[in-house]
């Protein structure tokens, strides 16, 4: 039972960590996209293609195997946190740009006439309407980031699902397995984009 309770809260840890991650660089990337300058637009481009073009894995197995090769070696958990968070804010990004470019059109052009600035308009009128709007969207994406948590056992951090199979196999307790299983159903009934919505 210990060890279930240190599973779960490494994958907690982790879920939580890269969650804030993936939603602070999701929305910079998501602005980036959209911004009039076009390097900027072309860096978002990239990051955005980068992240959602390979599999989480592979990417966290350069963070973890490829760049010490290079000389910068990172530690289980800094792979663990930023490696899942990037991969989800390219995904992220992508919500972001779509909401905001979903508000009407009428707003930016009442917002041109009133000569207001690009960033107090986006600040004041625009962000606060595609919040509302990407929220139920992001909350499935956190869904999505939580289940790939069990990625990080190939980084040598023991989670929740990793600690699940190691006792199955070793004293083949059914009871326990189920009892994980239904913490994992727990997390992802938890419904993230309420808590979103709640700070919206």
């Not at 000569?115 to 595609?130: E, G, V």
Request: a positive charge.
């Amino acid at each position: 039972m210990a060890a279930l309770a240190k599973g779960v809260m490494v994958t907690l840890v982790v879920t939580l960590a890269a969650s804030l991650v993936a939603v602070i660089l999701g929305l910079i990337v998501g602005l980036i996209r959209i911004s009039p300058l076009w390097p900027l637009r072309w860096f978002g481009v990239v990051y955005i293609e980068f992240f959602r073009g390979t599999s989480m894995l592979v990417q966290v197995y350069w963070w973890f195997f490829v760049l010490p090769i290079f000389g910068v070696a990172l530690s289980p958990w800094t792979v663990a946190i930023f490696g899942v968070g990037m991969n989800v804010s390219g995904y992220g990004a992508e919500l972001v740009r779509a909401a905001i470019q979903g508000v009407d059109r009428g707003q930016y052009e009442a917002s041109v006439a009133l000569n207001l600035p690009r960033l107090t308009a986006m600040r004041r009128i625009f962000l606060p309407q595609a919040i509302r709007a990407m929220l139920p969207a992001w909350g499935n994406l956190l869904i999505d980031l939580l289940k790939s948590t069990s990625l990080v056992f190939f980084i040598t951090i023991t989670e929740l699902t990793h600690r699940l199979q190691a006792g199955g196999r070793r004293h083949r307790q059914l009871p326990a397995v189920l009892r994980g299983g239904a913490v994992r159903l727990l997390c992802h009934r938890a419904r993230p984009h309420h808590a979103l919505r709640a700070l919206a």
